[in-house]
């Protein structure tokens, strides 16, 4: 949460103020021109606060993927029952 500037849970550092607002804000920055640039490369970034629950985060990714590829709903824990190919890449218009 505090590298990438969470709106609920980043704390700006009380010294050296300014140094870490430019430091923080060059890593939103950042983080905006790659997913910018994975978009253009035709991925969907996914971002996921240390605070969120991983389960919850898990299976909205799951059914994101699921909406995205037209795939029918994966059984098992998050999916285990993966497709042939899948091996973890979810890509806009990608089948495998």
């Given at each position: 949460c505090f590298w990438h500037a969470c709106p609920d849970h980043g704390v700006m550092p009380k010294n050296n103020r300014d140094w870490w607002s430019d430091k923080l804000a060059a890593t939103v920055a950042r983080d905006s021109k790659k997913d910018a640039a994975l978009h253009e490369l035709g991925w969907h970034a996914i971002h996921v606060w240390e605070h969120e629950d991983a389960g919850a985060a898990a299976d909205a990714i799951v059914e994101l993927w699921r909406k995205?590829?037209?795939?029918?709903?994966m059984t098992g824990p998050a999916g285990a029952q993966a497709y042939p190919g899948g091996r973890g890449r979810f890509r806009e218009g990608h089948q495998g």
């Amino acid at each position: 949460c505090f590298w990438h500037a969470c709106p609920d849970h980043g704390v700006m550092p009380k010294n050296n103020r300014d140094w870490w607002s430019d430091k923080l804000a060059a890593t939103v920055a950042r983080d905006s021109k790659k997913d910018a640039a994975l978009h253009e490369l035709g991925w969907h970034a996914i971002h996921v606060w240390e605070h969120e629950d991983a389960g919850a985060a898990a299976d909205a990714i799951v059914e994101l993927w699921r909406k995205r590829t037209g795939r029918p709903e994966m059984t098992g824990p998050a999916g285990a029952q993966a497709y042939p190919g899948g091996r973890g890449r979810f890509r806009e218009g990608h089948q495998g």
